[in-house]
């Protein structure tokens, strides 16, 4: 099975623009599949914020965004919000990263 | 769309768990259905995923030949039979959507996980 690996923890203060990493292979990523993204807010069950590279579902804010290159994605999150607080994962054919801890400073 | 999951609780090693899902507001027999696992304060790891048409199945390395899934698409329920239980099984187990009705693997909507602990 492929593994994606991301940065384990990322900061940003209010209104600031973060970006988290997701590097995969050429057997997952680099293959072409697509890339999406969930936030995992404290408690509560991931969400799916982006979808097929850079798509966002019903309801999610544009601050939200995403891109693909080769072997590797990023989800760049603009504007940071205390509300953005949380774990944040990286899947591409059924794996997902490790996720990365968003803290909000 | 709703998702609960039950089934879920305390069980030996060795031993067998029944995990439920019950759908509602969404066509259920239109999309592909998943388990998706999380040990507490881990990170996620799919589990287990059936087509709408239960053509489909697919298990991570981890729990082929140890679990089941399965659907009754009349009950609009999702099933997972987890037999031969071990400790590192213990987790937050998700009922969770596909977008899709197969083969594409976009977790859209995700029950609230149900707490399963393999313990002696």
């Known amino acids: 099975q492929s593994v994606l690996m991301q940065p384990p923890s990322v900061s940003g203060a209010p209104g600031q623009r973060v970006t988290i990493s997701c590097t995969g292979s050429n057997s997952d990523i680099g293959a072409g599949y697509a890339v999406h993204w969930y936030q995992q807010l404290a408690g509560t069950a991931p969400k799916l914020l982006i979808y097929i590279n850079n798509n966002r579902p019903s309801g999610v804010p544009d601050r939200f965004s995403a891109s693909k290159s080769g072997t590797s994605a990023n989800l760049v999150i603009s504007g940071l919000q205390a509300e953005d607080e949380a774990d944040y994962y990286c899947q591409s054919i059924g794996v997902f990263g490790g996720g990365t801890k968003l803290t909000v400073l | 769309v709703h998702l609960v999951e039950s089934g879920g609780g305390l069980v030996q090693p060795g031993g067998s768990l029944r995990l439920s899902c019950a759908a509602s507001g969404f066509i259920f027999d239109d999309y592909a259905m998943h388990w998706v696992r999380q040990v507490a304060g881990k990170g996620l790891e799919w589990v287990s995923g059936?087509?709408?048409?239960?053509?489909?199945?697919a298990y991570a390395d981890s729990v082929k030949g140890r679990f089941t899934i399965s659907r009754d698409n009349a009950k609009n329920s999702l099933y997972l039979q987890m037999d031969s239980l071990r400790p590192e099984d213990t987790a937050f187990y998700y009922c969770?959507?596909?977008?899709?009705?197969?083969?594409?693997?976009?977790?859209?909507?995700w029950g609230q996980g149900i707490l399963v602990t393999v313990a002696s």
């Open positions: 059936i087509s709408w048409n239960n053509e489909n199945i």
């Open positions: 969770v959507k596909d977008a899709y009705g197969s083969g594409v693997e976009i977790f859209d909507n």
